[in-house]
């Protein structure tokens, strides 16, 4: 692989930073509501922000300075006057309109009316909420941690979570949030966002744990990890399984019909039936019949094993 390889140290910060939000992306939006101490409103997106406990419930954001002043934001200024905010979490119907709201108004503008999004009143802190956000986090803040005093430092704002807003439209049955109902927006490098739709989100299997935990890449054999029919991606689905095929289970799969007709079709062409197998195998991996295609990729080693 070839690589470009660069020192933090010797890049400018502009350059430093337009490859640091390209690299971490997408990158959730803290949509945070905060009051300064005369009681005026200020409403501003963050993309350097994640949930970091639930123990107590913790959430960080971070209103960097800016790269060309180095002067602070109202948010951070705001939550030194009054340690408290509300981290609402913005959806794409409203992408727009939080994006109205990141322009850079005066200490004292309210981005509510700028940006024509609803107050709605918190409970156990004085910033209102988004009303049109889906979920609302009302917190105090905990500290502020100011990594520099240069553009671009970030300031981390550390935040326990006193209550939680969650609008009913996007619970499902058991009372959880929906991915499919939150219309996900999420921040890339420059000005480059993404939508997370329905056809985008994927399910993975949990973290196995005791005697659950995977086999590993390590333990499969050669002609598996190897295999020119399959990604890496692909490998590793088979190798999270806890367990190898029985020799009972792949005789048993060797007299199904249609592993009998790949043999059949390829009884004279060993590679085209090693192919034909990986591909199959493929196949269900695609679709999760995981065990099923470990059972076949077992078979075609032994296959392989024999030509050898």
Not at 253 to 258: G, I, N, P, T
Request: include cysteine; charge should be neutral.
């Amino acid at each position: 692989m070839s690589f470009l390889s660069l020192s933090t140290s010797e890049l400018a910060v502009p350059k430093l930073h337009e490859y640091l939000l390209s690299a971490v992306a997408p990158r959730p939006i803290a949509f945070v509501s905060t009051l300064d101490k005369e009681g005026r409103n200020n409403l501003a997106p963050f993309s350097f922000f994640n949930v970091f406990g639930a123990n107590p419930p913790t959430l960080i954001f971070s209103p960097a300075r800016s790269g060309r002043t180095g002067a602070t934001k109202n948010t951070h200024d705001n939550v030194l006057e009054i340690p408290e905010c509300v981290v609402n979490i913005a959806h794409y119907e409203i992408l727009y309109q939080m994006n109205l709201a990141a322009h850079m108004f005066a200490k004292g503008i309210d981005e509510f009316a700028k940006s024509g999004l609803t107050k709605l009143q918190s409970v156990t802190v004085r910033p209102p909420r988004v009303a049109e956000c889906f979920v609302q986090m009302e917190c105090k803040v905990k500290n502020v941690i100011e990594t520099g005093q240069g553009g671009g430092a970030g300031n981390l704002i550390i935040c326990e979570v006193t209550m939680l807003h969650i609008h009913k439209h996007v619970l499902d049955g058991e009372g959880s949030i929906d991915p499919f109902k939150m219309n996900y927006i999420a921040r890339m490098g420059k000005q480059y966002w993404c939508r997370v739709r329905a056809e985008n989100i994927i399910t993975v299997p949990p973290f196995k744990m005791g005697d659950e935990l995977g086999i590993g890449w390590d333990a499969l054999p050669t002609s598996i990890t190897r295999s020119k029919y399959l990604t890496a991606n692909d490998v590793a689905q088979v190798a999270a399984l806890h367990a190898f095929p029985t020799q009972e289970s792949l005789a048993e799969l060797r007299e199904a019909d249609f592993v009998k007709e790949i043999f059949a079709t390829h009884s004279n062409h060993p590679q085209e039936l090693l192919k034909a197998l990986h591909l199959r195998a493929k196949t269900e991996i695609e679709r999760g019949s995981l065990m099923l295609a470990f059972k076949l990729l077992m078979i075609a080693d032994k296959v392989e094993i024999n030509l050898h």
